[in-house]
């Protein structure tokens, strides 16, 4: 994979040390013109990528809620107290340290995630043969890692690191994400082949399950979508959980005919998400109004 790369491992600490000598604002402009090619406007932002680039460096830090949201532990007491906790992944435990971990206590499937940031998970199919002294250097890296200076996504850095266990889903499973504007789910993508939250396939699609005319070139697009059964009640949970922000993308996994809690991510593609046709980034972003946050 891309990030057991030494090269990967270099960017990853030059960013780092570029978060803490230059403003955010500079270097989020900077990966801005570097990834997507194009001019960032924070004074007048317009576009979907630029809004929520503003919202990323003047709004989300500052709001506990988001941090808490962002947190892949302590979100699970915001969807209890939303009324979902039957749709979250039954958690099988959890540690401040990789080293308090006992084995002899876990199943023989599970995942292992650290709560700070995004693909910071490790899957076990079969804890016989799981190298567990590997997973737990694997883990102790990510603990220490300010997941938010990678990309200057500083409410990330808010977060105090934290392992979860969670219940091992399966080998087939499905990723439905909702982009949600003011509290309303507008459009979803569907993805699969899940692995380390890096999906192989993705399509984007409506509320009605008809194909949208966007797509994105570092993924194989998904021509059509069936969707479940229980879409709707999974569509109503999306709205439900997105009302208290002015952009969230409401993830959830399916898997073994049933649906779960995945995450909520407040700055999808770190707020460098490519669109093609390009329209689609200022069509996206006049959804998003920046006036009552401005005030």
């Given at each position: 994979?891309?990030?057991?790369?030494?090269?990967?491992?270099?960017?990853?600490?030059?960013?780092?040390?570029?978060?803490?000598?230059?403003?955010?604002?500079?270097?989020?402009?900077?990966?801005?013109?570097?990834?997507?090619?194009?001019?960032?406007?924070?004074?007048?932002?317009?576009?979907?990528?630029?809004?929520?680039?503003?919202?990323?460096?003047?709004?989300?830090?500052?709001?506990?809620?988001?941090?808490?949201?962002?947190?892949?532990?302590?979100?699970?007491?915001?969807?209890?107290?939303?009324?979902?906790?039957?749709?979250?992944?039954?958690l099988?435990?959890?540690?401040?340290?990789?080293?308090?971990?006992?084995?002899?206590?876990l199943?023989?499937?599970?995942?292992?995630?650290?709560?700070?940031?995004?693909?910071?998970?490790?899957?076990?199919?079969?804890?016989?043969?799981?190298?567990?002294?590997?997973?737990?250097?694997?883990?102790?890296?990510?603990?220490?890692?300010?997941?938010?200076?990678?990309?200057?996504?500083?409410?990330y850095?808010?977060i105090?690191?934290?392992?979860?266990?969670?219940?091992?889903?399966g080998?087939?499973?499905?990723?439905?994400?909702?982009?949600?504007?003011?509290?309303?789910?507008?459009?979803?993508?569907?993805?699969?082949?899940?692995?380390?939250?890096?999906?192989?396939q993705?399509?984007?699609?409506?509320?009605?399950?008809?194909?949208?005319?966007?797509?994105?070139?570092?993924?194989?697009?998904?021509?059509?979508?069936?969707?479940?059964?229980?879409?709707?009640?999974?569509?109503?949970?999306?709205?439900?959980?997105?009302?208290?922000?002015?952009?969230?993308?409401?993830?959830?996994?399916?898997?073994?005919?049933?649906?779960?809690?995945?995450?909520?991510?407040?700055?999808?593609?770190?707020?460098?998400?490519?669109?093609?046709?390009?329209?689609?980034?200022?069509?996206?972003?006049?959804?998003?109004?920046?006036?009552?946050?401005?005030?």
């Open positions: 994979m891309e990030r057991d790369s030494l090269a990967y491992k270099i960017r990853r600490k030059i960013q780092v040390l570029a978060s803490k000598i230059m403003p955010d604002a500079v270097m989020s402009k900077f990966y801005f013109k570097i990834v997507l090619g194009k001019k960032m406007n924070l004074d007048n932002p317009q576009t979907f990528n630029e809004k929520l680039q503003w919202l990323k460096l003047n709004y989300l830090p500052k709001n506990p809620l988001v941090v808490q949201c962002a947190d892949k532990f302590k979100v699970r007491e915001y969807i209890k107290q939303k009324g979902f906790e039957e749709k979250l992944v039954p099988l435990g959890d540690w401040d340290s990789a080293g308090k971990i006992d084995w002899s206590k199943p023989k499937k599970f995942v292992l995630k650290c709560n700070h940031g995004c693909a910071y998970n490790i899957l076990c199919a079969d804890k016989d043969s799981f190298d567990k002294e590997n997973a737990v250097r694997q883990l102790n890296t990510w603990m220490k890692e300010d997941f938010g200076a990678f990309n200057i996504e500083r409410h850095s808010k105090i690191p934290h392992i979860t266990c969670e219940e091992y889903l080998d087939n499973i499905t990723d439905y994400k909702y982009f949600c504007f003011n509290g309303e789910p507008k459009f979803i993508y569907v993805s699969t082949d899940l692995v380390h939250d890096r999906q192989a993705i399509g984007f699609f409506y509320l009605d399950g008809s194909k949208m005319p966007l797509k994105r070139d570092d993924y194989t697009d998904i021509p059509s979508v069936d969707l479940p059964s229980f879409f709707n009640e999974m569509t109503n949970m999306a709205k439900i959980l997105s009302q208290d922000f002015p952009f969230v993308r409401v993830d959830f996994f399916i898997a073994n005919n049933r649906f779960y809690f995945a995450e909520l991510t407040f700055t999808p593609s770190a707020c460098m998400m490519p669109f093609n046709p390009d329209k689609y980034d200022l069509e996206w972003g006049q959804m998003i109004d920046l006036s009552r946050i401005k005030k």
